[in-house]
């Protein structure tokens, strides 16, 4: 719920309230800064105290700029081309800066700073000071030491313009979001937490956002919500002048014709050959340089049978941005959306990628049942999840299962808008969303051929996917009601209920899932918890499968899917070898049936992966996101993003 906050105290019941306002109503008494140099927020600096540098010149045009570190124990700078620079020092001593940029358009100037880092290690740990435009999504993470009293943590705002917050309080970690006010100059808005620890030892922290002004967005944007700012990962790309302007920005008010962004599919057009990864790289549109890292590394490492470069034939362009959430594949555009949390590996990484809560995070509330899912192996979860507050660096391998699936997801709707028997026949002349309507849709297809026919469940499938409200007869439905609508039927997931296309990715995705990692997807159907210190042990299955493609009523249409999004793939090979499902044992809890395969396994990859961790804490904390925290819908992954009207 919005709250109109100056100073949040975290309560005992972890309750956020309002305690005060500003005495203006509108904004607080703006610090003293330069308006011509760099501000340090926090005047004295120790261990694990962010530092955090803003060069502030409100009343001039100021570009090209590069940041370099000049003296110090060497820190991870990921945004060296902004106004913006932050870090947490792990070491004392000094540590010096230099920063060149360009003043309207004509002054190259250069400032220096230098920064004194006690010994002292710091308790309170905001994170991340960053650069935005007006109206733009804002994060804050406090990172608290384990002495420190919650009942003493104090959010306040410090500086700027009055801001609407939300707040997150999740075991102890606190997270504030907000959207960028409008502002006529650079405008930097300052929070402050404070609290202290078992000793009574206080401990205060600022971070800051410096938010730029920015056009207002005409009514008829594709992008109505104010979007990041972008640029093209290969500078000197071929299309690196007409990438942003047609895939992510808030002035684009049509689509762009695919004489300027054309299928990748154009760069193999006389050859067999999948795409090279120089091609790919040529189309990806970035807000922060190591996202693309990432995710050339993943096409790298990877990718060893193509697939993914295969099936990016049928898009425009690529797009990760620290916004971006959830991924989606958009027809308006061509483009592929990925949320940047698939990609990072340091907590440096993790720290610029706003946290934004999921718009339908409470869709389906009034239900009596959920479905949750999960992909496994060996007896395990598949993928590895962390605190956010852990200050985690993690290794491609424990993020590429859950990259991977959702690749193929959203891949598989590209091959949907732009199935391979149709890249060639569009005109250049022809805009993207022309050409990707006018295609015969093979999700169509498969819904008239080998239908979906459970009525009850597409109805559920808006409420809980599309925000409907539920009527009385939906809230009075119990898990059992929701087996006899959905067992019978042919839907891999409750998620192909949202939409004919879901259905048609969802078979697609969860076939590639098995057969190149032997990885079996979960189905559920279970009783809705409610309460505080809900855990996956909470859940009571009614119904589940352990690999539901594996069902013979469901044979076929995983092998129309699969088929048509990716030819070269041996469809029906794969399917020859998909196993007969695994039942679910009825009355045992989710995290109960985790166990349900075959296996001699006497500790889990993951396990063992977690036990392997130097900080002996490590193990239970991590454990217990992964087996313990309620189970995930769909939705937190999937995102059908509405085609624009013109």
Known sequence: MPLNIVNVYLLPSF??????????????????????????????????????????????????????????????????????????????????????????????????????????????????????????????????????????????????????????????????????????????????????????????????????????????????????????????????????????????????????????????KSSSAAPSITNIMNRVVVSHRWMGDRFKDFLTDNDTNNDIKNLLRATTAIVIAYDVRPSFYWAATGAIYLDAENFWLTPQERDTINEAPDFRADFGNDLQFVMPWRYVKDNDYASFNFNKSSRITRTAAEGLLRLTSLMYHELAHANDFFPSNEWYVHTSDQRVLDAAVSTNFESDELAISLPLSSQEMRDLGQVSFAGETANQTQKNYLPADIKGFFSPDRASDFYAYSSLREDYAMLFEELMMQNRFAVLRDVAITNQPVGENISASDYIVTWGQRGRIGDEKLRARVLFSASRVLPEFDSQGAINLVPTPIVMVQGDSWIDNLAISPSELSMSNLTKKLRSYTNPDEFSRVTSKNAEVAPLNSFNRYYQKPLPAH
Do not use: M
Request: hydrophobic share 40%; glycine share 2%.
């Open 15 to 268: 309750l956020l309230v309002t305690l005060l306002t500003a005495c203006n109503g509108n904004s607080f008494n703006d610090t003293d800064y330069p308006t011509d140099g760099i501000v340090q927020l926090d005047k004295t600096q120790n261990i694990n105290q962010g530092i955090d540098l803003l060069l502030h010149y409100p009343n001039d045009n100021v570009s090209n700029i590069s940041w370099q570190q000049t003296a110090g124990e060497p820190v991870t700078i990921l945004t060296k081309a902004s106004k913006v620079i932050s870090f947490t020092p792990t070491l004392a001593g000094d540590y010096n800066f230099r920063v060149t940029f360009t003043l309207n358009n004509e002054l190259e100037k250069t400032l220096e700073k230098n920064i004194a880092v006690n010994s002292d290690y710091h308790k309170v740990t905001n994170r991340l000071s960053h650069l935005v435009l007006a109206e733009n999504k804002v994060s804050f993470r406090s990172e608290l030491h384990e002495s420190i009293d919650l009942n003493t943590v104090v959010w306040n705002q410090v500086s700027g313009p009055t801001v609407t917050l939300t707040t997150e309080n999740t075991n102890g970690d606190l997270a504030i979001f907000f959207d960028a006010p409008n502002v006529n100059l650079d405008t930097i808005i300052e929070f402050s937490v404070s609290a202290s620890d078992s000793d009574n030892i206080s401990y205060s922290d600022i971070v800051a956002v410096l938010v730029q002004p920015a056009a207002s967005i005409e009514s008829n944007a594709y992008f109505s919500d104010r979007i990041a700012t972008v640029f093209a990962y290969n500078s000197n790309s071929p299309y690196a002048d007409k990438l942003v302007a047609c895939v992510y920005s808030n002035t684009l008010d049509s689509s762009c014709t695919l004489a300027k962004t054309p299928l990748i599919a154009e760069e193999v």
